[in-house]
């Protein structure tokens, strides 16, 4: 059996002091039985990992250089994160792709280079409202999700998988648990022919999860958990998902 996955993607969200109220109060309110992370700005990672060490919750970044050092200002290498305990990236996010031009095969090599420092990159795949209108939806996953298949060959089921339609990131519109379902049924179908491992491999949902939709999503067979933006800057709203998840 899979165990269920709650990850917090804070976005450029918090200040150390609310981050610190944030951590508090989750802690407080599990252990949770599913795994429950967060992922944390670049600047927040130090305080971040004082206060969840020792515990249950483990964290992460947004996003690393797909180098591993050198001339690349404003880049944090995966190598860094791992310093400061990190275990997860996100990869490939919606907004990455969009506002800084990230392709297909960059998000790859970002996700290779994260697994080599000991990270599990969340590879984020998900089409836009215009390829969904547009029947495209299987098309659009699947390319994405092939980048990352080829350049990690077997080890594609080191990673953890996020559907996020783009079209529901953020908006309060949710992919009902059918639609969610379909997509994540096809991405395990394609990662089956990758990996014999892909049913021991977690696929999250994300976009517009909250706490009165999430059980009905993370009761689907395949949806494994979910990468939550706005309600995961509310304790007792995570809490709520996390709790959903359990
Ligand atoms: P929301 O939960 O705010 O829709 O954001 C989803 C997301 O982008 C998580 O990575």
Redesign the pocket.
Known sequence: MRRKLVVG?W?MNGSRLANAELLAALTAAGPWSCDVAVCAPFPYLADVALSLQGGRMTWGAQDCSSHEAGAYTGEVAAAMLAEFGCRYV?VG???RRAYHAESDQLVADKAKIALAHGLTPIV?VGETLAEREGGHTDIVVKRQMSAVIHTLGHCISQVVV?Y?PVW????GKTATPEQAQAVHALLRTQLHAATPKVEEMQILY????KADNAASLFSQPDIDGG??????LKAADFAAICRAAA
């Open positions: 993607n976005k996100i996010h919606s907004e984020c996020a996020e529901a990131i953020g908006t994300g976009g517009s999860v990468l939550i933006g706005g309600a995961s």
